[in-house]
């Protein structure tokens, strides 16, 4: 896997956007960006994820850069339940299944 | 679909005992994998299978075993528990194709 860096906490407030950023800048050409979050005491939760294209789906947006070194996981309207750790984890989906994650960003939703 | 189960959801452990950690899986998910998580840390990689008969270490595979006789199980040994492995332990599956993972509830194990 790729290595990749995020900060380590941020805040944000209920009902606004929040942008989660993370530098993956040595990902490989078939290296895929994905985000999983983690509730307090669950299991991580796949999130979204995306080759070179922004995606979109009913939990967040996923934008990565032209030049694929960082991208930026969206939550549209952050609610006290996104409250979370998220991770940002690069990976060939196809052939890379010595799978790790990284330390993530404690988001914290305030009312 | 149960997805991804875990038994036990809490375990109290005296120094020196073992015990099995049970993880089970009903998606017919050839990967599968061990997590140990430390309070207020990431996770980390303990053991993983990419089928049945086939397994291999991790990044902190020692005082573990795992074993993985059919598709659907794939539990976690502890032979001497020692209060290091006091920690939140997470089984999950993993999709080959889509680069998805699942993951089990946990089970948290105190060694005292």
Do not use: F, K, W
């Given at each position: 896997d790729a290595k990749t860096t995020q900060p380590t906490s941020m805040d944000c407030a209920e009902g606004r956007a929040a942008n989660l950023p993370c530098n993956h800048s040595t990902i490989s050409g078939n290296e895929y960006v994905y985000w999983y979050r983690q509730i307090h005491s669950q299991g991580p939760q796949y999130i979204i994820h995306g080759l070179k294209n922004n995606e979109t789906n009913e939990m967040a947006s996923l934008i990565i850069?032209?030049?694929r070194k960082s991208s930026?996981?969206?939550?549209?309207?952050?609610?006290?339940?996104?409250?979370?750790?998220?991770?940002c984890i690069v990976r060939v989906a196809s052939n890379d299944y010595k799978l790790s994650f990284g330390a993530g960003t404690t988001v914290t939703v305030r009312a | 679909n149960a997805g991804v189960t875990q038994t036990p959801k809490f375990r109290i452990l005296k120094i020196g005992q073992s015990m099995t950690l049970q993880?089970?899986?009903?998606?017919?998910h050839?990967?599968?994998y061990w997590y140990r998580q430390d309070p207020g840390m990431g996770l980390k990689l303990i053991y993983y299978s990419v089928g049945a008969g086939i397994t291999d270490k991790g990044e902190v595979p020692n005082g573990y075993n795992v074993s993985r006789s059919t598709t659907e199980d794939f539990p976690l040994r502890l032979e001497l528990a020692a209060p290091s492995q006091t920690s939140v332990y997470f089984c999950a599956t993993y999709v080959l194709a889509s680069g998805e993972q699942y993951f089990g509830p946990?089970?948290?194990l105190t060694v005292t």
């Open positions: 850069t032209e030049d930026t996981l969206i939550l549209p309207h952050a609610t006290l339940r996104d409250t979370a750790v998220y991770y | 993880c089970t899986q009903d998606m017919n050839n990967y599968m946990g089970t948290r």
